[in-house]
């Protein structure tokens, strides 16, 4: 896989849907997107049984259903939903597919590289951008 300038595309890209969020502010995608919003993110959730707005926005069932452009998607499932979650990512025109720690997939990777997107795998979107920030 090719290796992607994590800095530039913080940078560079301000959309971000978030796939996995989370209603419950005790759950990792919950306090990442919020920390992602405070520092001037665009956050979308994404939650197929959410029926809710989550951080004052509203949640859409799939990427597919999200109105306008996407730039990164920010994936909090378990890795066995990747291939899915990439096509979506893919038929969105979204530039970034962005799995969390803990979150692997080679074959959803490989797919999303192949079509163009910027591929980071297994770590923190709020680390990197924290770190980046100092």
């Given at each position: 896989m090719g290796n992607p300038d994590i800095k530039e595309?913080?940078?560079?890209y301000r959309n971000i849907a978030v796939?996995?969020?989370s209603p419950d502010p005790a759950k990792p995608s919950h306090g990442v997107a919020?920390?992602?919003k405070r520092s001037g993110f665009r956050i979308i959730p994404v939650n197929p049984a959410c029926r809710q707005e989550i951080l004052g926005?509203?949640?859409?069932?799939?990427?597919?259903?999200?109105?306008?452009?996407?730039?990164?998607?920010?994936?909090?499932r378990r890795s066995?939903?990747?291939?899915?979650?990439?096509?979506?990512?893919?038929?969105?025109?979204a530039k970034?597919?962005?799995?969390?720690?803990?979150?692997?997939?080679?074959?959803a990777a490989a797919k999303a590289e192949a079509a163009g997107l910027d591929v980071v795998m297994d770590r923190c979107i709020l680390k990197e951008h924290s770190r980046l920030s100092r």
């Open positions: 595309m913080l940078t560079k796939v996995g969020l919020a920390y992602l926005e509203r949640c859409y069932p799939s990427l597919a259903e999200i109105p306008g452009e996407v730039d990164i998607v920010d994936v909090f066995e939903f990747l291939p899915e979650i990439a096509e979506e990512a893919i038929a969105k025109g970034v597919l962005w799995m969390q720690e803990g979150v692997v997939n080679e074959a």
